[in-house]
């Protein structure tokens, strides 16, 4: 997949224009508390398009979402608004209406340079509902707003899946580029899947697996990865693949969440690419709270399994030293508990010591790569998750074709 021809902020003069910004806030959120629990993806927007555009004198109106209507972290951008003022060390304003009077008066008193982040895009009722972009420019939503416009900006490529409002609709009716997050996103992502240096490996784990199958066979359909490497519940379900019963507990995890049916294809997969798909042959199961490793062959166990085991660990060490490319979506294990944080530990410290070009991306992932205080040793963290994946299995994101197309109008002007 190549590198999409978008326009970016090198492509604009935003001194004394009212740029619309769309950036992806949205948080971990305590459901008691209802405060934020990490500013991640806050500091990444702030600290780069944010800071940029308002230092080019551009006047700055913020779009952002948080959460879904119904759940406990559908809340208002007042927290993150105060944090990114926090972070940028200059005051920022939240306006409490999206598209209203109150929101369009803000627009127009703005002052080059000056900030303002309005409601959560998710108020308006028709914001999640997945229409193309013209559709979209004819709410009242996108009308009013880009009236008072002279550019969008999207620089939430982790949104770039959803085919909403406030990511596709603007792009329809004014001038659109490409943010540096979004920028930067698309150009790690065409590294490892237009022309990776090889060897490239991937490493798929995590809770779910309901991808697996679809990025395993993009990335080797394609003669992109030259291993797939699993842990998790992808370990998990592509042993269960080479006929292994891996005990009760385990098996009904994997039928909970509905990847059984998946179990053929990767069958006929590991089939088509003989070496290629590598499964754990060894595993981590916790017998009175405490680790106890045993191989595959000894399994079924009635015991639920928690990580890879060591001699795992090793055999995709050894694969990891060799890769000059290396992509990294889901740990290997329960990382959040210390008896079982070893292979998560282990395969990531192999990752950031190696060579290679080294993407790791995914929430939990990220999560664990900060806690073991590996981030720095990582080529490209990447802040997306469910458009990620989508991108890892071949798909065009909504939000990236319609900057393809915003671009394309532009270059016929």
Request: proline share 5%; glycine share 8%; with cysteine.
């Amino acid at each position: 997949m190549s590198m999409p021809k978008i326009l970016t902020l090198d492509d604009v003069d935003v001194k004394g224009k009212t740029v619309l910004l769309r950036v992806d806030f949205n948080s971990p959120v305590d459901p008691d508390t209802k405060k934020i629990l990490d500013d991640t993806r806050i500091k990444a927007h702030a600290e780069t398009t944010i800071k940029e555009l308002s230092e080019k004198g551009a006047k700055v109106v913020i779009l952002a979402h948080q959460g879904r209507p119904g759940e406990p972290d559908f809340i208002s951008l007042e927290q993150h608004t105060k944090r990114l003022s926090e972070i940028l060390g200059k005051p920022v304003r939240y306006i409490d209406d999206l598209y209203g009077e109150e929101a369009k008066r803000a627009i127009r008193e703005l002052k080059p340079g000056e900030i303002i982040v309005l409601k959560n895009t998710r108020t308006y009722p028709y914001e999640r509902k997945s229409k193309p972009p013209e559709e979209h420019a004819k709410s009242d939503f996108i009308k009013e707003l880009a009236s008072l416009a002279d550019l969008f900006v999207n620089d939430a490529f982790s949104a770039a899946h959803r085919s909403h409002a406030s990511v596709v609709g603007f792009t329809a009716v004014l001038p659109s580029v490409a943010g540096r997050i979004m920028e930067r996103e698309l150009k790690a992502l065409a590294r490892v899947l237009e022309s990776p240096e090889k060897p490239c490996i991937f490493i798929l784990g995590g809770a779910k697996a309901d991808d697996s199958l679809k990025i395993s066979q993009y990335v080797l359909d394609n003669n992109i990865a030259d291993y797939v490497l699993t842990g998790g519940i992808t370990g998990h379900l592509f042993l269960a693949a080479t006929g292994v019963d891996l005990g009760r507990p385990n098996m009904a995890l994997l039928e909970k969440q509905k990847v059984l049916d998946l179990i053929p294809g990767i069958k006929e997969l590991m089939a088509k690419y003989p070496g290629k798909i590598k499964v754990p042959a060894d595993v981590a199961i916790e017998i009175d709270g405490e680790r106890k490793e045993i191989s595959t062959k000894d399994l079924p166990t009635e015991y639920p399994i928690y990580d890879i085991g060591t001699e795992t660990i090793k055999e995709y060490s050894r694969i990891i030293g060799e890769a000059k490319s290396i992509v990294v979506s889901g740990p290997p294990g329960v990382y959040e508990r210390e008896e079982f944080r070893k292979g998560t530990k282990e395969i990531l410290e192999a990752v950031a010591n190696s060579k290679a070009f080294s993407l790791v991306g995914g929430g939990h992932t990220v999560a664990a790569v900060q806690e073991l205080g590996l981030a720095d040793k990582m080529s490209y963290i990447s802040t997306a998750g469910g458009a990620l994946i989508e991108f890892l299995m071949g798909s065009k994101l909504p939000g990236v074709v319609a900057l393809e197309k915003a671009a394309e109008r532009a270059e016929k002007r």
